[in-house]
């Protein structure tokens, strides 16, 4: 379904279905930032009161760690809205 790390190919290599018309929009970047945010604020908040590291430790550990984890829920979240969209809008996706 990806060409890249979040581009979509114009046509599935599978079936063929024509992935020109799909739109994502910010849907995946709303759902990373809603359900990452919350795992890496409470996270942050249980390493802060459970081990009292220095700040500077907080300030390299959680970007290091939500960045690849924001990467990793986005193809996933893509790829489901793309299956509902042409789940629930699959005349508009055919072009017909």
């Not at 599978?14 to 996270?43: E, K, N, S, T, W």
């Not at 829920?73 to 508009?92: G, N």
């Amino acid at each position: 379904m990806f060409d890249g790390v979040l581009s979509v190919r114009p046509t599935c290599p599978a079936c063929g279905l024509d992935l020109r018309m799909h739109d994502a929009g910010d849907g995946p970047a709303v759902a990373g930032i809603f359900v990452l945010g919350v795992v890496i604020v409470v996270a942050a908040l249980w390493v802060e009161f459970t081990f009292e590291p220095p700040l500077w430790l907080h300030a390299v550990l959680w970007p290091v760690l939500s960045v690849p984890l924001s990467l990793a829920v986005m193809r996933p979240a893509k790829a489901a809205l793309i299956a509902l969209q042409y789940r629930h809008r699959r005349r508009e996706m055919q072009g017909a």
